[in-house]
T-cell receptor, first 113, second 115 residues
């Protein structure tokens, strides 16, 4: 069975702190894709990153970075020097190349000024 | 702005009623997906269309139906509404049907409240 676990329901940090959001996935497929989406208070889902199972290279995009480790089935997301605008619910999702994403429950990130 | 347009943004209706949610995909995207986000179930895939044809079904209730029209816009019909159908309904689109092809662009969602 496929599953995505985001164990952190809510994280609260003070602005400028670094924060890591955890994502652990389960799949028996050898080919799959992992995603992170952001859902700000306005409600829309904003794509952040897609990573396929053959590419374990970590990625950095500005203050955002992602650490993909197949050995631990994890795809963690780190925000460096957090800002209030980063406050949102963040979702990790898994897809094995078919038509539906399997979503984690989401982590609500609160950045206090 | 993702380029995916959903209407209405908010909808309040009563149990037993029927509603239609509309989605216009990004220009050039042939595939449309519907997702439901509720407090108890989280985000769930409902159904997917590609160029007018149904491609995949997820956890979609029999009371719900969808279609994609020749101009590629899609409608999600929800009937015999129950309180538990209250949720945020998202439409997403992609260029090709397989999610392996790239990211999925989501609309802002239609928030349905059933009283």
């Amino acid at each position: 069975a496929q599953k995505v676990t985001q164990a952190q329901t809510e994280i609260s940090v003070v602005e400028k702190e670094d924060v890591t959001l955890d994502c652990v996935y389960e799949t028996r497929d050898t080919t799959y894709y992992l995603f992170w989406y952001k859902q700000p208070p306005s409600g829309e889902l904003v794509f952040l990153i897609r990573r396929n199972s053959f590419d374990e290279q970590n990625e950095i995009s500005g203050r955002y970075s992602w650490n993909f480790q197949k050995s631990t089935s994890s795809f963690n997301f780190t925000i460096t020097a957090s800002q209030v605008v980063d406050s949102a619910v963040y979702f990790c999702a898994l897809n094995r190349g078919n038509y539906q994403l399997i979503w984690g429950a989401g982590t609500k990130l609160i950045i206090k000024p | 702005d993702s380029g995916v347009t959903q209407t209405p943004k908010h909808l309040i209706t009563a149990t037993g009623q029927r509603v239609t949610l509309r989605c216009s995909p990004r220009s050039g995207d042939l595939s449309v997906y519907w997702y439901q986000q509720s407090l108890d179930q989280g985000l769930q895939f409902l159904i997917q269309y590609y160029n007018g044809e149904e491609r995949a079904k997820g956890n979609i209730l029999e009371r719900f139906s969808a279609q994609q029209f020749p101009d590629l816009h899609s409608e999600l019909n929800l009937s015999s509404l129950e309180l538990g159908d209250s949720a945020l309904y998202f439409c997403a689109s992609s260029v090709v049907p397989g999610l392996a092809a790239g990211e999925l662009f989501f609309g802002e969602g239609s928030r349905l409240t059933v009283l």
